[in-house]
């Protein structure tokens, strides 16, 4: 079998920026990568496989306009086309601090700067092409990991967010926002089975379905909230608790004291 680079061809589904990427039979599915085909698809893509997600982005703009401390600075770690970033530019009130937002792929950022530019608010934004593993925090008071801990690696995940803490000032606050494993099986497979049922409900055919799945499951690694709980506690991180749950996808917040 080859490997073939899903595609998204149907002229009615491009200009809605309709995601079709897993829509045509593939023979093996490559790994997902957030490449130009996603950028284009991907507020639509987001919306109908992410339950809650617009909720979660709204709220990191409410966390963002309690805890931002003036002079300091905002991070949105993994920020795809800007959704948190704009969340929270909208909200924060506190003289002197602006956003850093942060990704790795080069088409997500260039999209995400076509989209800033074209917000009106005044809080400035430095954009970043980078790895989260390498950009430097410091002076944050308010930090985002909107879907993003769940693509690192997860030996990698511990020296990220001790670095997080170390650059976050006392009073901070981190939010995560993750897929969710469960240890217990059998809820494990209902919420993955709610989870499908969401997406066919939001127009994905099984077909398109069992293909990202292919393509995510070497990608995408979830953790339980236990395991997320007590790594970010032994760092340091205090009063870490769930916000949001619907099925397997969460938000959760913790403090630097
Ligand atoms: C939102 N937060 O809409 N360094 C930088 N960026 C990375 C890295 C890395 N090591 N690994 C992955 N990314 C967004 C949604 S999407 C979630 C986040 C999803 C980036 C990757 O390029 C992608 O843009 C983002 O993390 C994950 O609020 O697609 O499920």
Known sequence: M????PNNDNKHDKENNKDTIYSE???KVADFVFDKSVVNVFPDMIKRSVPGYSTIVHMIGQFAER???????CYDLGCSLGAATLAMRHRITAADTHIVAVDNSADMVERCRQVIDADSAEVP????HDDILKVEITNASVCVLNFTLQFIPLKQRQQLLTKIYQGMLPGGILII???LKFSNNHHNELMTEFHHYFKKTNGYSDMEIAQKRNAIENVLIPESFDVHRQRLEDIGFKNTELWFQCFNFSSFITFKQ
């Open 125 to 128: 934004v430095e954009l970043i």
């Open 177 to 179: 926002s993750e897929k």
């Open 2 to 5: 080859t490997t073939v680079k």
């Open 25 to 27: 039979p593939l023979g």
């Open 67 to 73: 805890y931002n401390q003036s002079g300091s600075k």
